[in-house]
T-cell receptor
Framework: TQTVSQSDAHVTVFEGDSVELRCNYS??????LSWYIQHHGRGLQFLLK??????VVQGVNGFEAEFSKSDSSFHLRKASVHWSDSAVYFC????????????FGTGTTVSVSP | ETAVFQTPNYHVTQVGNEVSFNCKQT?????MYWYKQDSKKLLKIMFS???????VNETVPRRFSPQSSDKAHLNLRIKSVEPEDSAVYLC????????????FGPGTRLTVL
């Protein structure tokens, strides 16, 4: 059984601050991990993914994430947030079984204050 | 414009009615998905479908069924809606094979009275 946990339900930061969103997964097998962003009232947008190779992956809009097999983690980071980064962030895992459907974490709401 | 399109944006109906939501993608993808997002923002896969295989999440009630005319369309039909079906339904698509990201539509918000 694949599970994804996001320990922080809500994070508040000031514009220009750095932010790290935590994601831990549990799965035995070949998987890939990804992060998506959902702005209020919109669909999800892909940010970045990891399958193999360099454990630090770069995504859109200055986001990066680091994979750790030993910690079963895939944390998302941004060095300097902008007000437009206010959204819900979802970590997801997918395998080559199950039609490659995404299994999502519960999401972290990021609120960026001016 | 290449994207995933969903209609309608919103739908309000009464218990027991039948509803159908449309999804079309112009990205040339060969796999499409339906996800349900509840009021707490929790996302759960309902179906994934390509021209070879339909995979149904075993927790999905039988009143839900996907309908596809070609690889660019995957509609969702609910035969007799229940109050717990109130949610946002998100359609997505991707290429098959490898670690492929999914592209999502804006969602259809269903309210069951």
């Amino acid at each position: 059984t694949q599970t994804v946990s996001q320990s922080d339900a809500h994070v508040t930061v000031f514009e220009g601050d750095s932010v790290e969103l935590r994601c831990n997964y549990s799965y035995g097998g070949s998987i890939y991990l990804s992060w998506y962003i959902q702005h209020h009232g919109r669909g999800l947008q892909f940010l970045l993914k990891y399958y193999s190779g360099n454990p630090v992956v770069q995504g859109v809009n200055g986001f990066e994430a680091e994979f750790s097999k030993s910690d079963s983690s895939f944390h998302l980071r941004k060095a300097s947030v902008h007000w437009s980064d206010s959204a819900v962030y979802f970590c997801a895992v997918s395998s080559y079984q199950g039609g490659r459907a995404l299994i999502f974490g519960t999401g972290t709401t990021v609120s960026v204050s001016p | 414009e290449t994207a995933v399109f969903q209609t309608p944006n919103y739908h309000v109906t009464q218990v027991g009615n039948e509803v159908s939501f449309n999804c079309k993608q112009t990205l040339g993808h060969d796999t499409m998905y339906w996800y349900k997002q509840d009021s707490k923002k929790l996302l759960k896969i309902m179906f994934s479908y390509n021209n070879k295989q339909l995979i149904v999440n075993e927790t999905v009630p039988r009143r839900f069924s996907p309908q596809s005319s070609d690889k660019a369309h995957l509609n969702l039909r609910i035969k007799s809606v229940e109050p717990e079906d109130s949610a946002v339904y998100l359609c997505a698509s991707s290429f098959t094979g490898g670690a492929r990201e999914q592209y999502f539509g804006p969602g259809t918000r269903l309210t069951v009275l």
